[in-house]
């Protein structure tokens, strides 16, 4: 069955400091892939999505970048943090527009 | 646009008192509803899919139903360990990207 991987599960990080937040996925090949951002009491935010590698369309314009070097991995990451980059982030596969997603365990983001 | 919009926010039960989830939503040629369970610090779970009009899906005390405009999550007889966030998502007709619009979800809690 199909997995996905997230870490790490929590971070702590300084404004101003690069991030790079990683994404892996198992048993499955060529899924659409999605970065999401949960901020507290709010409701997902799809961030960025890639249907293959090296294709990343982003949905916000943020302070974030995505990238897939490889069919089953995607990266999240930032050059300078800023305070408002706080968040849970989600990673998550599709196998396609007739099915669901898988989340990962997420990665509870803050800048300090 | 395409829109989510979960009610209540907040739902109190007593262990054994029946209730639903209403999941509004707006969208331009529905390509699935989703029903998603999400603890507190982790990634969101996944439910069930609904498709038509009229189409309903159980899973022990959960039943999701489904109307051109809404979906309903129906607890029966909740236990404590129901308690969580149920996220409501759609996926519109015309995506070939698969990606989701998320609810804000109703954070259920049930006392024993």
């Known amino acids: 069955s199909q997995t996905i991987h997230q870490w790490p599960a929590t971070l702590v990080q300084p404004v101003g400091s690069p991030l790079s937040l990683e994404c892996t996925v198992e048993?499955?090949?060529?899924?659409?892939l999605y970065w999401y951002r949960q901020a507290a009491g709010r409701g997902l935010q799809l961030l960025f999505y890639?249907?293959?590698?090296?294709?990343i369309s982003s949905e916000v314009p943020q302070n974030l970048s995505a990238s897939r070097p490889q069919d089953r991995q995607f990266i999240l990451s930032s050059k300078k943090l800023l305070l408002s980059d706080s968040g849970f982030y989600l990673c998550?596969?599709?196998?396609?527009?007739?099915?669901?997603?898988?989340f990962g365990s997420g990665t509870r983001l803050t800048v300090v | 646009e395409d829109q989510v919009t979960q009610s209540p926010e907040a739902l109190r039960l007593q262990e054994g008192e029946s209730s639903s989830l209403n999941c509004s939503y707006t969208?331009?040629?529905?390509?699935?509803l989703f029903w998603y369970r999400q603890d507190p610090g982790k990634g969101p779970e996944f439910l069930f899919t609904?498709?038509?009009a009229g189409e309903e899906k159980e899973k022990e005390r959960l039943k999701a139903t489904l109307t051109k405009k809404e979906s309903f999550l129906h607890i029966t007889a909740p236990k404590p360990e129901d308690s969580a966030t149920y996220l409501c998502?759609?996926?519109?007709?015309?995506?070939?990207?698969?990606?989701?619009?998320f609810g804000q979800g109703t954070t259920l809690q049930v006392k024993p």
């Open positions: 998550a596969l599709s196998k396609g527009v007739n099915y669901g997603y898988t």
């Open positions: 048993g499955t090949s060529n899924p659409n």
């Open positions: 890639s249907v293959g590698i090296g294709q």
């Open positions: 969208v331009s040629g529905l390509r699935g």
């Open positions: 609904l498709y038509s």
């Open positions: 998502a759609v996926r519109e007709g015309s995506s070939n990207t698969g990606k989701l619009i």
